[in-house]
């Protein structure tokens, strides 16, 4: 039978949008109501229980949507907050274990990186996934705060000289330890892949969250037999004004989705 009920995806901004990117490519008769959590970006600097109140509302405000599925499209909630999904009446899917298997996959040398947000970094989440599947590997990790902020600016050209400065520092520890693989802990992250594949080299496999994230959705939803059959518009909310959201949008998935974005008050929603 065919569960035409919209997916519902949520990050704390922009990030999310890379994970609905791969949703479309793989699922393209899936529905999408997505929500940034514009308002109150970056999660990633904050307390656990500040980002688990946070993911509890974004929840909230998803289910009001009568959603079929929630994907939390996010590193940092995929690490601290995905305890809240015990609460959920829909099935969740989050980011960091589809990441971990994929690197865990993908490398020959068992040389891991990991770079994400401090609080993702801090909860070891990826090395705990990566570490069930394989016992020997080394993984070195790196916080990289600054990434949410270049990218909700929209600085993402793999020219832009600001960037590319601030992404040789953080990964230099990463290029030192000699990784085969790196896992683009955060999903705005992969918005900089240009800049990050040119510094780890062409040899060094990237894991894109959001192409693991999204077959696994896909697996699921055939296994459950509750793809959707008839495609309607998608639709993205926002917790604050939505023109650079728009705008970032457009370059990130390559498609113009300014007049479906709705600003909402997530406040009201718990
Ligand atoms: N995209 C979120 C993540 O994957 C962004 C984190 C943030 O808001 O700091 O972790």
């Given at each position: 039978m065919a569960d035409n009920r919209p997916i519902g995806v949520f990050d704390s901004g922009l990030g999310g949008l890379t994970v609905v990117k791969e949703l479309k490519r793989l699922l393209p008769n899936e529905n999408i109501i997505y929500f940034g959590d514009t308002g109150r970006v970056p999660y990633g600097t904050r307390s656990n229980d500040i980002v688990k109140r946070y993911a509890r509302e974004d929840e909230a405000f998803l289910l009001s949507q009568n959603v079929k599925m929630i994907i939390a499209a996010c590193g940092t909630v995929s690490s601290?907050?995905?305890?809240?999904?015990?609460?959920?009446p829909v099935p969740f899917i989050e980011v960091v274990t589809p990441a971990a298997l994929a690197a865990a996959n993908a490398t020959k040398n068992n040389k891991i990186g990991v770079i994400g947000t401090s609080v993702t970094v801090g909860s070891r989440s990826h090395a705990r996934a990566i570490l069930k599947t394989l016992p020997d590997a080394v993984i070195v990790a790196n916080a990289c705060p600054l990434f949410v902020s270049l990218v909700e600016e929209g600085w993402i050209s793999p020219e832009d000289p600001v960037t590319n400065e601030v992404a040789k520092r953080y990964l230099e520890p990463i290029v030192n330890a000699d990784v085969d693989t790196l896992i683009m802990g955060c999903t705005h992250y992969p918005a900089l892949r240009p800049i990050l594949q040119k510094i780890m080299g062409d040899k060094v496999t990237l894991i894109d969250p959001g192409l693991a994230t999204a077959m696994q959705v896909k697996d699921y939803l055939t296994k459950a037999n509750a793809l959707a059959e008839s495609k309607t518009d998608d639709k993205y909310f926002v917790s604050d004004r939505a023109n650079t959201f728009s705008k970032v949008a457009k370059i990130l998935m390559g498609e113009s989705i300014e007049d479906k974005v709705e600003q909402i008050d997530i406040f009201k929603y718990i």
């Open positions: 601290v907050a995905y305890m809240t999904a015990k609460e959920l």
